[in-house]
């Protein structure tokens, strides 16, 4: 009896008992269903470029006439995002922050902004309101919106980037009859 | 005239206690399909589904949705996660369909066909609406123990001509929906398993899964849990609303 039962506590540690296929086979946990009052968030991007240059080139004597990199130069840039939200009953507090480091031949320095910090109050679905510096979106274009006078300039290599906001407040009513 | 008394009181008896006896008149291919819908979707309700894509090399990719669905034809999804889509919302009203990326502007306008989660389930198939809005029933039959209705679309404008529907007789939810293009050819096929309370006392099954012969060795499973009975305004249904739907969380 007791070989037996160090077989089977053997098998089992090297995972050759298996549980039945359907047991376990999907996981009905969805955690993210559970809301918390609380959300922290971040997005990370590190990229380097190396630039070779031809200092005979019409080009490079106009671009850098006055202060020329030389041959070649380096371009290390960092970027964190950093977002957070707190829901107190029908209020919620949002912050946006962004964080920047340019290594050029130029300059080596941070940028720190507040790209979104508002509070939003939703006491029913028919009604809002939105006070403090958050992101506007005017018109329906993708990477270009002709009619978006208050909008930051997308980048339109990616223009689904965060842009700075605007200080601004905001009553949205909306009801269907 | 005692024994006339006697013989209607008995008809009468049997003609109220038929239906408990299980005498009563089969159900309609029109009413097994209305059934199937009040059991998948009962009403205006909220829930949360877990997408899984499955690679032939074994890779996964999930998505968290949370689903909102009002009347019989309007959807609203919220990406839940991963973290880089959170926030992405999708309207369904009828046969039309939207997208909104945060940061973009407005909603693009998506097809049917298309994946917003890519794999192999389609917009029509995470933002299902009833299959009576959809289908009318061409036809009914019975294959191993179950009902076997054969849906035609309403329209052109519905993601699949044709379905092939196995109903279970006793819990009236599908197990297997084959589902036809135009020309015959089989699309996708739906396995529907996990009978449970997936919330509010709605029992039905909890996952969905397909496989399909134009993604040969791709796998979708969507798993449906938290559901509540939630009824939302209309307002919450419509475009400009997708940027605040994640404040109704």
Known sequence: MGIRRSILIL?????LVSAPASAGEYDFEIPEAEKRPWEVGGRLETRYIYHRLDEDSARYRLNYYQDPPGADSHEWRGLAELSGSC????????LLTHHEYAATYQTDDWTHDIYEGYVSL?????????AGKRRILWGKGYAWNPVGFLNRPKDPDDPALNLEGRVLLEIWARYYF | MKHKTVISALCMLL????PALGWSEPLTGPEILEQVDRNLQPGDLEMYRKIINIEPDGKKKEFVLWFLKKDRDKVVTLFVSPASESGRATL??????????PNMGKPIRITSMQSVVGGVFNNADIM???YGVEYEVADLSEDEGRHLLELKAKSGTVAYDRLMMWVLKEELVPTRIDCYAATGMLIKTLHFKEIKDIGDGVVRPAVMETESPLYKGYRSIMISANLKKRSLPDEVFTLNYLERVKDLR
């Open chain 1, 87 to 94: 829901r107190i009953g029908f209020a919620q507090a949002n």
């Open chain 2, 92 to 101: 369904r009203l009828g046969d039309n369909m939207w997208l909104y990326i």
């Open chain 2, 15 to 18: 003609m109220v206690m038929a």
């Open chain 1, 11 to 15: 098998l089992a540690f090297f995972g």
């Open chain 2, 128 to 130: 299902r609406l009833d």
């Open chain 1, 122 to 130: 939703t006491p029913t679905a028919h009604l809002s309101l939105d």
